[in-house]
């Protein structure tokens, strides 16, 4: 099996690299994050590929040559609804730029990778009335490549809402007569909330834009009953005054919600997030809202106010809740019950809550990066004069 060297940039817990599979090498991997940097050398023994540090630290120098990709899961603390908005610019988000410098000086010394892949959230496309987006495209345009995005949910893999934005640059040869591409938008890949930020593209833009081809999702099987433990390892059940405390906190119409799945007279799994909403006085009040479609919300990091998500499971009149295990959390993302999670709690859900969704990556690798992968290696075996 043909191998494909990559540089993997904000590298977490490596969950990208889980997701590209054994057939991508990762010939370096970077992130600032001491804590995660040590859940991904437990999980990979790195042997030197790893450096812990910020990317504004890291030149184009020390990226070992046979690369063929550059995959950039970059902060999108400044660009989520969750975030503060400050966009493209600001201090975490803004580390796209530093990333985009090391993409311009391989360029610059004749090292031009044929693939970038990015991931973050769908905001970057609304993010300063979409100039963010236009930016960053024109950042690719400027060192010649093609690009296009998906919208991938992890909901079509695993029982998690988790919507990510993937853009995948390609230098224009890895397209010729190679059917990676199709005329126009699809579903579930481009929603209209793309489509809509592709039409307000400038003309030199747009001149550029990929619609990437990928096939319809089976159907998922996978349900949160099926990854919730009954002795988790991580947390506690809780006592039953705190349980009631929780329900006590519920809208009506969300007692209802429990109330419906007791009268079931089997185990029913839900999540609960706590959220603060106005009342129909004007009063802000901290709400337990839950839900029972068998999909977990989306998980994130606890940081900024964001809650941690709650499980509830009723059996006739018995209710139980807790906090989401750890190991059900990585479930929730795709990982494998082999990668060694942290002992700290916190640490553990902070790696998964700021990661990526395994089976989105493999998807995008299986369809559109694997087919680009395949098309570089053919270019660059190829005679000087075939390739000209």
Same mark, same amino acid.
């Given at each position: ?61 020390? $990226? ?59 905001? $970057? ?11 960053? $495209? ?251």
């Amino acid at each position: 099996m043909k191998s494909f060297g990559f540089y993997e940039f904000f590298a977490g817990g490596g969950m990208a690299r889980l997701g590209l599979g054994e057939r991508w090498n990762a010939l370096f991997a970077n992130d600032v994050d001491a804590h995660k940097a040590l859940a991904y050398a437990e999980n990979f023994r790195p042997s030197g590929e790893l450096v812990v540090g910020d990317v504004n630290n890291v030149s184009a120098f020390d $990226l070992p040559h046979g690369g063929i990709m550059a995959w950039a899961s970059f902060p999108c603390q400044d660009l989520s609804l969750a975030g503060r908005g400050g966009g493209i610019d600001a201090s975490r988000s803004g580390c796209y730029w530093p990333f985009w410098n090391i993409l311009r000086d391989l360029a610059t010394h004749h090292r031009m990778l044929p693939i970038v892949a990015l991931e973050n959230v769908v905001g $970057l496309l609304h993010a300063n009335g979409g100039l963010d987006f236009q930016r960053l $495209l024109g950042s690719l345009r400027d060192l010649g490549y093609c690009y296009g995005a998906m919208v991938v949910d992890a909901i079509h893999f695993l029982p998690q809402s988790r919507p990510r934005l993937f853009i995948v640059a390609a230098a224009p040869e890895l397209l010729v007569g190679r059917p990676v591409a199709t005329s126009g938008p699809v579903e579930p890949w481009h929603p209209d909330g793309l489509t809509n930020a592709v039409v307000r593209l400038p003309s030199e833009l747009a001149e550029n834009w990929v619609w990437w081809k990928m096939p319809q999702p089976a159907r998922r099987h996978v349900q949160l009953e099926n990854l919730v433990m009954d002795v988790p390892s991580s947390t506690a059940w809780h006592e039953p005054s705190e349980t009631k405390r929780l329900l006590g906190m519920m809208t009506p119409l969300n007692r209802r919600k429990v109330e419906a799945a007791s009268k079931l007279n089997r185990r029913v799994v839900g999540t609960i997030y706590k959220r603060t909403r106005v009342d129909s006085s004007g009063v802000k009040r901290q709400r337990a809202e839950v839900r029972f479609d068998g999909v977990a919300g989306c998980l994130r990091t606890p940081a900024g106010g964001s809650s941690r998500q709650i499980i509830i499971v009723v059996e006739g009149r018995n209710v139980r809740t807790r906090l989401l295990d750890t190991r059900e959390a990585a479930r929730l993302m795709g990982v494998p019950d082999s990668y060694k999670l942290p002992e700290n709690y916190n640490d553990a859900y902070h790696l998964m809550g700021d990661g990526l969704a395994v089976p989105a990556v493999a998807w995008v690798e299986k369809h559109v990066l694997r087919p680009l992968a395949i098309a570089a290696c053919s270019v660059r075996e190829a005679p000087a004069e075939a390739v000209a």
